[in-house]
């Protein structure tokens, strides 16, 4: 009897700390380089993914990030299927709404990028307001497409947009200015052209359901730490060759 019940109880100790060893499953939208891409292997890299992955040693937890289309990131916290989500993902007060924000872990702005002919006819933001703007569906972008001209055409990714843009589909792509400067860089692309005004200041947050107090805290403490040792500064080294 003493037997079995120190068995149930060794079982149940067991079943409690697999509990325990929590895997975080993280959502991104792996076409933002150089904050979530894929390398030829189709592994999700990029400065978000080593983020959340310090984050996760600091406190704990396992990681697993899976890569889904960006409008379906926040409602996949909503319904639990995701436990957070890292995507470049601005703070606003709309999605605060819904969802909690991990304190800022990024400084960006939206900017916009025109083809290299249209330089001159495109000198600033201002000058786009009667034209057809592309961006990413869900994203800040689009909204500051919207402000600026309001005939928008939405794309599932960035990558889309720039094709569009390319094709003469329309005149600019509004996009975060970070990613819009490494797409220049990376692609040695000589055909577009960044309008150097950035339409506004915005901040990257990671996103968890309001339900899940418990991960809020627990990465808020990790990003906490990775910025006080160093870790922080020099994933941001990694991926855009300076400290901040
Ligand atoms: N920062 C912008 C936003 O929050 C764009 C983010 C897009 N991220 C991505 N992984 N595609 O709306």
């Not at 409690?16 to 592994?43: C, M, R, W």
Request: glycine share 6%.
């Amino acid at each position: 009897m003493k037997k079995a019940l120190a068995v149930v109880a060794l079982t149940l100790c067991s079943a409690l700390s697999i509990a325990n060893a929590q895997t975080l499953k993280v959502g991104t939208e792996a076409t933002f380089a150089p904050f979530e891409f894929t390398d030829e292997k189709s592994n999700i890299i990029g400065f978000d993914v080593d983020v959340i992955k310090a984050i996760g040693q600091e406190v704990g937890l396992d990681v697993e990030v899976v890569n889904q289309p960006f409008d379906a990131l926040i409602p996949g916290v909503l319904t639990s299927q995701l436990d957070a989500a890292i995507a470049g993902i601005t703070i606003t007060e709309e999605r605060a709404k819904q969802v909690s924000f991990s304190d800022p872990y990024y400084k960006a702005g939206i900017d916009a990028i025109v083809r290299k002919a249209d330089a001159q006819k495109y000198p600033t933001l201002d000058s786009l307001k009667k034209s057809r703007l592309c961006a990413q569906i869900g994203t800040t972008g689009a909204d500051v497409a919207n402000k600026i001209s309001g005939n928008v055409g939405t794309y599932n990714t960035v990558v889309e947009a720039f094709m569009e843009l390319k094709n003469k589909g329309c005149e600019a792509v509004l996009n975060d200015r970070p990613v819009n400067l490494y797409f220049l860089q990376t692609k040695n692309e000589k055909d577009f052209y960044e309008i150097p005004e950035l339409y506004n200041g915005e901040e990257y947050g990671i996103v968890v359901s309001k339900q899940n107090k418990d991960v809020l805290e627990k990465i808020n403490s990790g990003l906490k730490k990775i910025r006080e040792n160093g870790t922080l500064a020099k994933i941001h080294e990694k991926w855009f060759n300076t400290k901040e």
